[in-house]
């Protein structure tokens, strides 16, 4: 399974990204500047966190309109998984391809700790590895991670079962703690902890490896026969 690791001008998670699935999993992996134009020959494409554009006028609002974004619509579309973690959950929200949007964390300050998040739904390619219910600890790193949506979208991710990560004590305000969403086919995650910062015990947890082993192993379960 071979990843794209997604750069924008402004991303700052790429590196970490790629050093999570690469040197800690060993999976192949390419950083992919915004402007290729090659992005079908990956199995599975990752939008890391950081600032793309300086997060001018919202946090992930230009990169939503880039031609990039249009290729990951249409393999996403394809069924390929899509896991934007912080700057990318807040791109995937701006281009629609998940509900809500992140605005201001509530204390209107920039937040970067340790946080126990609640696998609420462990049905997902990107969550099989996971105990339904699991408390499991990823850094956060955020200024804008409060997530909002109206009550009607709140109650279509309940019926679906889209919620994936809530916050077991909600450091950002976000609507009914949520910390991570699947769209409707489960295929596209956005999430505002930082898995690929917890794939170490030096870095303080490693319980983001099996987020990525998750996807990986359901990946050769769907492709690879012997
Ligand atoms: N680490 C990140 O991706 C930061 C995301 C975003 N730009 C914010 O501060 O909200």
């Not at 402004?10 to 999570?20: K, L, P």
């Not at 199995?43 to 001018?56: A, E, T």
């Not at 279509?156 to 969403?181: C, M, R, W």
């Given at each position: 399974m071979k990843f794209a690791v997604?750069?924008?001008?402004?991303?700052?998670?790429?590196?970490?990204?790629?050093?999570?699935?690469?040197?800690?999993?060993?999976?192949?992996a390419d950083l992919v500047w915004y402007q290729s134009s090659n992005l079908k020959e990956y199995?599975?494409?990752?939008?890391?966190?950081?600032?793309?554009?300086?997060?001018?006028l919202r946090s992930g609002a230009v990169a939503a309109t880039s031609d990039m974004m249009k290729q990951i619509k249409e393999q996403a579309k394809a069924g390929k998984p899509v896991l934007g973690v912080c700057n990318g959950f807040?791109?995937?929200?701006?281009?629609?391809?998940?509900?809500?949007?992140?605005?201001?964390?509530?204390?209107?300050?920039?937040?970067?700790?340790?946080?126990?998040?609640?696998?609420?739904?462990?049905?997902?390619?990107?969550?099989?590895?996971?105990?339904?219910?699991?408390?499991?600890?990823?850094p956060i790193a955020h200024g804008e991670g409060?997530?909002?949506?109206?009550?009607?979208?709140?109650?279509?991710?309940?019926?679906?079962?889209?919620?994936?990560?809530?916050?077991?004590?909600?450091?950002?305000?976000?609507?009914?703690?949520?910390?991570?969403?699947?769209?409707?086919?489960g295929n596209v995650l956005g999430m505002m902890p930082h898995p690929e910062r917890a794939v170490e015990k030096l870095l303080g947890s490693d319980d983001g490896l099996r987020l990525f082993q998750s996807v990986i192993q359901n990946w050769r379960n769907s492709y690879v026969t012997n």
């Open positions: 997604i750069v924008f001008p402004g991303s700052n998670c790429d590196r970490d990204m790629y050093h999570a699935v690469k040197d800690v999993l060993g999976a192949e199995d599975g494409i990752l939008l890391p966190g950081g600032f793309s554009y300086g997060d001018y807040q791109i995937l929200t701006e281009s629609g391809l998940l509900p809500g949007a992140l605005m201001r964390n509530k204390n209107l300050s920039f937040m970067c700790h340790q946080e126990n998040l609640i696998v609420e739904n462990n049905e997902t390619l990107f969550t099989s590895g996971y105990e339904k219910g699991e408390v499991v600890k990823f409060n997530y909002f949506c109206d009550e009607k979208t709140l109650n279509e991710l309940k019926t679906n079962n889209q919620i994936v990560f809530t916050y077991q004590s909600n450091p950002n305000g976000s609507t009914h703690d949520i910390a991570g969403i699947v769209n409707k086919e």
